[in-house]
């Protein structure tokens, strides 16, 4: 079975840094895009960063120059590197996966994504 942890969250002054973690564990075939979401409280979730097999990234432009992602394919992992954060940064960050399962039962391939359970980063101002 297939999970996604993440790690790293925490309280921070606004101008500091933290650094999330995750790490998918369990058997998959294969690992598409990875990427970090966050919600805040009254917030619909939304998109912070994605980084492709590829090593291909993407960012919101509220965290552009702040934030980097990065992932390592070997590991299965993936990290969010957040600096010079700022109150509007608080939410929990979610980290999502676009899997390929291969059925067991007929052999097919098919699409499967996966979701960590989130961790919250509070900022102060």
Not at 73 to 98: H, R
Request: aromatic content about 8%; charged content about 15%.
């Amino acid at each position: 079975q297939v999970q996604l942890v993440e790690s790293g969250g925490g309280l921070v002054q606004a101008g500091g840094s933290l650094r999330l973690s995750c790490t998918m564990s369990g058997s998959i075939f294969s690992i598409g895009t990875m990427g970090w979401y966050r919600q805040a409280p009254g917030n619909q979730r939304e998109l912070v960063a994605t980084i492709t097999s590829g090593g291909i990234t993407n960012y919101t432009d509220s965290v552009k120059g702040r934030f980097t992602i990065s992932r390592d394919n070997a590991k299965k992992t993936v990290a969010l590197q957040m600096n010079s954060l700022k109150p509007e940064d608080t939410a929990v960050y979610s980290c999502k996966a676009d899997g390929v399962q291969r059925s067991d039962y007929s052999g097919s391939l098919y699409f499967q994504n996966y979701w960590g359970q989130g961790t919250q980063v509070t900022v102060s101002s």
